[in-house]
């Protein structure tokens, strides 16, 4: 009879831990598919996994961005108009190049998913956010991302895209991240202002970027539109040189100035003095 009892609990209770883990494949299939295809544009976010309310913000996000793109076509304005830019789906505004699904806690309709990602393009920077997920018409969806990495934007996506949505300056790019310098760069979000291109830009999405040796660190290359000067960005600022010929160019300082040269049909940028490269580009 005792056995027969413990036999009947055993089996409880592996029926019960099945279902449990029944749930947390679930909610892992859901933040994995989200995040495996997520690109770090909120507007191609896909809402096929978003609970109801977190997608209706995106759409208020979507419509203020096309009402006052037409506000500025409609008044021949130059300026730009509002714009949300920035990873929204987690902590860190240069978003991710990888990510790993830790703990999951459900209560109820509710779960919430500890997920580290990594940004190996941005100082190999790794952190962690919770991935708040509901349940709606029975089945599992993302409804808000908690912020634990640093941002000065808002603490998590829905207070992100509200503000957005509700903030009244007209004509102002709204980036992911709290400071901005003279030009209205944001820090935080990874910009920094141009002085070939006159706007703000991010190093990591410029189509010309070069490693450091040690593979913890980007440069970046702009290039002016006539090609006779290149701005390039590192750890140490940026820099303006001059074309010497049609594959390289260089600039004067009294540490002897910097260049950027195709070698082996690889960019790289290094110091003047010993000609030797900090950075280079990697082949394809």
Known sequence: ???????????????LLGCSNSKSTDVTKVVHGFYKYYKGKYVNADKGLLSASLSDLIDKA??????????MKAAKSTDKPDLLEGD???????????????EIKKEGD????????????????????DVVLIKENGAWKIDNVNYKGETGAGKNTKDVLSSFSTQTDQGKTVMVGGDSDAHGCKGSAGYT??????????????PLKLNSADGTTIAGVVLS????QAEVFTKSGAFILTR?????YANTAPDGG?????????????????GKALYTQAKK
């Open 193 to 206: 202002w141009s002085a070939l291109k006159k706007t703000c830009i991010r190093v990591f999405e410029l």
């Open 244 to 248: 010497k010929t049609e594959t390289s």
């Open 225 to 228: 539109d006539d090609k006779k």
């Open 110 to 129: 509710k779960a919430i998913a500890s997920v580290e990602f990594t940004n190996k393009d941005y100082k190999n920077t790794t952190w962690k956010d």
């Open 258 to 274: 910097l260049f950027l040269e195709k070698r082996n049909n690889a960019w790289e940028i290094g110091a003047v003095k010993d």
């Open 1 to 15: 009879m005792k056995t027969k009892i413990l036999l009947s609990s055993l089996i409880a209770f592996m029926l």
């Open 62 to 71: 979507l419509v203020k961005e096309s009402a006052s793109a037409e506000k």
């Open 88 to 102: 929204i789906f987690t902590s860190l505004p240069e978003g991710y190049t990888g990510f790993n699904i830790g």
